[in-house]
Structure formats: C-alpha cells, structure tokens
T-cell receptor
Framework: ETGVTQTPRHLVMGMTNKKSLKCEQH?????MYWYKQSAKKPLELMFV???????ENNSVPSRFSPECPNSSHLFLHLHTLQPEDSALYLC??????????????FGEGSWLTVV | AQSVTQLDSHVSVSEGTPVLLRCNYS??????LFWYVQHPNKGLQLLLK??????LVKGINGFEAEFKKSETSFHLTKPSAHMSDAAEYFC???????????FGTGTSLTVIP
C-alpha cells in the first residue's frame, strides 16, 4: 500500500464522455503531479501543483483539466478524449518543490481506455 | 541540463544469478539519483535514492546502487535474482532545484526459473 491513492484503477470512456480521475495523498506533502505513461514511450509529466497552485503545464491539450482543491487531493478532469489518450495515468506527490533531495512517491495509477 | 540513459532496454537473468541494470546520467550540478521499480499493472515504487551522502546506496528487496561521479553512472545491482524481481526499472535524475525529474526509458528485467 502506498501513501498515494488513485481512483478509479480502471476506466473505460467514450470520446464524448466526461469523467474524472482522483488522487489523494496521505503523506503530508505539498506538491502533487500528474504523469502519463503510454506503451513504448517515456513517462510524460503533465501537471505540477505546489500548495494548490499550478506551477507547470507541459503543453497538455485542454481536454485534460487538472484541479487541486487542497494539498492532499488532485483531480484530472477528462472530456472529449481521443483513443490515443488511452494510457496509464500516474499521480505522485513530494514533500515540496525546490527542495534538495526531493523525492516523488507514486500512486498505483489509473488505466484509461478511450473507445 | 539533466538527462539519464538506461543502457539496456531489456535484461534477462536466471533465478539466483546477479542482476546489473545500467544507468548513466548527465547533470550540470550534484544530482539526486533514484531507481524505481514498476511491477505489471502497478505504479512506480521507490527502490533507493542517492542524495550526496554515501556513494553506495542500499535499497529495498536487496537492491543497491553505486554513485560513480567519474563515470557518471548509477548502476543498480542485486547479488541474487528472485522471480519476484521481474519488472520494469526506471533510473531518474533530479535537477539541482529539486523540482524537475528526468526519467530513463526503463529496463525490463526478466527472471528465468
């Protein structure tokens, strides 16, 4: 069991659906991340939040919309996705940003299939 | 700029034999280095990390890694492979400000009974 919990673990959605991925961290961390992991491709950083403020958005399409209501929770709202968005979406957290030796801890991931 | 190269995309070993997964890094500063393991259908689990203390770092499940600045390497080793070690392994380097993480492309480890 990790200190970062993601739900749902599996999600199948149509291209016209709206769904959300949820992440909760129980580690008392101040920074949270969304990563995308596709087959045969390196891990891609999508968004970074620090103390509920978005600090990085790596050219992610607007059909992905993050939300960080507090430092323990992170959402990824999904709408009008494409089949190529099918991937494992990993949430992570770290104690803070700009911290020497900063370490990120990952959740189990949410498998997304867009049909 | 920071980057990391995992030299082997796939490694296959027999159960009970040593494991060596190779990682070279590039960093303009004194880096922090990490190894993560990902079992099938799971997230990434931290195996060990180096943050400028002892150069030989011990992690979980019998793994260890040695930081060699002169060779810019951070290879992961284990004396005796177990079937449960079969997984994907990622080498990661962080920037000097601690807010950027650079992932290798991963090494898939197969353990043969």
């Amino acid at each position: 069991e990790t200190g970062v919990t993601q739900t749902p673990r599996h999600l199948v959605m149509g291209m016209t659906n709206k769904k959300s991925l949820k992440c909760e961290q129980h580690l008392g961390h101040n920074a949270m991340y969304w990563y995308k992991q596709s087959a045969k491709k390196p891990l891609e950083l999508m968004f970074v939040y620090s103390l509920e403020e978005r600090v990085e958005n790596n050219s992610v399409p607007s059909r992905f919309s993050p939300e960080c209501p507090n430092s323990s929770h992170l959402f990824l709202h999904l709408h009008t996705l494409q089949p190529e968005d099918s991937a494992l979406y990993l949430c992570a957290s770290s104690q803070a940003l700009f911290l020497t030796g900063n370490t990120i801890y990952f959740g189990e991931g949410s498998w997304l299939t867009v049909v | 700029a920071q980057s990391v190269t995992q030299l082997d995309s796939h490694v296959s070993v027999s159960e009970g034999t040593p494991v060596l997964l190779r990682c070279n890094y590039s960093s303009s500063y004194s880096p922090s280095l990490f190894w993560y393991v990902q079992h099938p259908n799971k997230g990434l689990q931290l195996l060990l990390k180096y943050t400028s203390a002892a150069t030989l770092v011990k992690g979980i499940n019998g793994f260890e890694a040695e930081f060699k600045k002169s060779e810019t390497s951070f290879h992961l080793t284990k004396p005796s492979a177990h079937m449960s070690d079969a997984a994907e392994y990622f080498c990661v380097v962080s920037g000097n400000t601690g807010n950027q993480f650079y992932f290798g492309t991963g090494t898939s480890l197969t353990v043969i009974p």
